[in-house]
């Protein structure tokens, strides 16, 4: 493997460690609020969850697009 | 009779948080480790009825963990999740081929890996044949 293949792959894994770990915490915690599992939501609060939560997915398929090419998930 | 346990290992304590709230909320008991250390403690001391566990941990990888399991008669049956952050390529044949029932790339949905959990220990309380 030459030295900027090298780099590369290592750059790979750590961007998908790194954002696929921050993008687990943002959908596990909204899921459990959409949920009602920390108490239950206004409206309006359930909401701006959601539009949080469906931006996260977007997030993800880049991702899974960008660094695994596959756009769905396994 | 006895809750179903849970052993959940990562490093990242807001992933166990988490995966705790959700399992909880599900009826599991969960128990925690950080590293691969721990987490072979755990699995000897808590003798726990699934493990969901990430790849990259301190003190040796899960690859290491599964590796410990494997070579433990008393141990070798307890079904195993992974669920990663790390690349597909490479890492889900090699944790499949490893013993792990299932594999999963974070973030995953809550109704998939907690569909995965119940076939898992279905398979292992031999209930479920792993291709059905």
Known sequence: ??????RTSELTAYLSHELRNSLACIQQFGNILIDGLAGELSGEQREYVCIMLQNASKIRKVLDSALDGTPDPV | MDRTKILVVDDNPTIRKGLSVRLQANGYEVLFAEDAISATAALVTERPDLMILDLGLPAGDGFVV?????????????P????????????????LQAGAAA????PVDDGTLLFAIRKALDVSRGELRFDE
């Open chain 2, 103 to 106: 594999f999963f790339q974070k």
């Open chain 2, 80 to 95: 195993v999740i992974v669920l990663t952050g790390r690349e597909l390529a490479c890492n889900r044949d090699r944790a």
């Open chain 1, 1 to 6: 493997m030459t030295e900027p293949t090298r």
């Open chain 2, 66 to 78: 599964m590796e410990r399991l494997q070579r433990n008669d008393r141990l070798a049956n307890i």
